[in-house]
Every structure is written in C-alpha cells, then in structure tokens.
C-alpha cells in the first residue's frame, strides 16, 4: 500500500495513540458532542472521532507498583480511502486525566497535572498527526506520526489493528513513549541521582481505542 502523508493540527499519550492490543474501557466525561465539525466537510475520506466511545488508557509505574487510569480524546478525524487508514489527527484534552477509580480530584491526578508533569495549564492538549500507514500482517498496520506533548513534537510508531465496516471505523492499539524526551523528567533516574525508591520509571504506556464515524 502506498503511504500518503495528511497534515493538520495534535495528542497521548499518548499513547497514544490506534494499536494492537483489546479494547480500553472507560466512562467518558467529555460533554462535547460526539461529532466535532470537520475541516473537510462533505469529504467522503473524512471519518469524525466519536469522543463519548473513544478512550485513552495510561499506565505508569514507580519502585512500589503501578499507577493506571483514563485521558479523553476532544476531537478529531481519520482519512480512509478504499477502507484503508490514510492519515488523520488526534487531539487529547490533558485537563481530563483521571485515575482507574475516574476520580481527577486527587494528589496523584493533580501532581500530574501539575509542572512537574504534563503542566495542563500550560499545555492543555496534547496531538498526534498520522504521517504514514504500512501493513504488517493481513490485520495490522504501521502506524506513523507526530506527537506533541507539552509543546514538544517528536515522531513515533505503534502496531495498530483498524476495522473499517460502512460508516464506522473503529482502531485498537497500544503506544509507549519515553517521557523525558518530551521533557516529563521528574523523579527520573536519568537526570536525578540517589532517588531510592523515589524513582518514576521513564516509560508511560497508552492503550488507545478510538471509533471515528461519518
């Protein structure tokens, strides 16, 4: 398949971010409407993210275990052309990160909000452009792109399993990153020594699911 390059505008986390793995769950509480207003409206290769059925899942860890829970998709689109991903962009409302327990009110939540972190304030979207799409296997895709975290825009790539069936679209998959090439550095143990059990592990793992519809 010939890879075609679609650009506009963010993410992750992510994650970000259509990939090979099952289904996220999680209980969406983004109020804006499940069909954002597309740039390229009347396009027939232009599917709207559905934001009350797509879902971010992070997983982070430290010395004493780990951390999991939810960021939520504000809009976005997938190209498709002859039921296959062509490009699309993505974008991440950073204000919406919640624990497993969907509380977003508590110390972990708010220091990963905080500058320390993702500095939602600051930054409160994160992007992902695809860029390109190659096959693996008869059911999953190389996928390409740009991730923009807190400003920062690095490329990455991810498996990702996408099912196009009429009007509806539907891509799993799974991302990790290195957080500190988009300069989440706290508490790392490349940049701080003697951390002990303080240590926060560099990697942050996305699980993605994402239903786009025309």
């Known amino acids: 398949m010939n ?5 506009t505008y963010l993410i992750l986390i992510i994650a970000p971010f259509f990939f090979g793995c099952g289904p996220v769950t ?4 983004n109020n804006a409407s499940t069909s954002p207003i597309s740039l390229h409206l009347g396009n027939e290769k232009y599917y709207m993210i559905d934001t009350k059925e797509s879902v971010v899942a992070w997983k982070g860890s430290n010395v004493h275990g780990k951390h999991t829970g939810y960021v939520y ?3 976005g689109e997938l ?3 002859n039921s296959q ?3 699309g962009t993505v974008e991440i409302d950073m204000s919406t990160i ?3 327990d969907h509380r977003s009110d508590n110390n972990l939540i708010n220091h990963l909000k905080d500058p320390d972190f993702f500095n939602v304030k600051k930054f409160p979207f994160s992007t992902i452009e695809i860029t390109g799409v190659e096959p693996i296997d008869d059911e999953h895709k190389k996928v390409t792109g740009n991730l923009t975290i807190k400003g920062i825009t690095h490329p990455v790539s991810l498996p990702a399993r996408i099912e196009v069936s009429g009007k509806v679209v539907k891509a799993n998959g799974k991302l990790t990153i290195d ?11 490349k940049f701080y020594d003697n951390l002990a059990d303080r240590t926060i592990s560099d990697s942050i793992e996305f699980n993605i699911k994402i239903v786009a519809k025309k």
């Open 3 to 7: 890879n075609k390059l679609y650009t």
């Open 26 to 29: 999680g209980k969406n509480k």
């Open 73 to 75: 998709i504000s809009k």
């Open 79 to 81: 190209m498709i052309e």
């Open 85 to 87: 991903l062509m490009g």
């Open 98 to 100: 919640e624990g497993e």
């Open 179 to 189: 957080r500190t090439t988009w300069d989440v550095r706290y508490n790392s143990g």
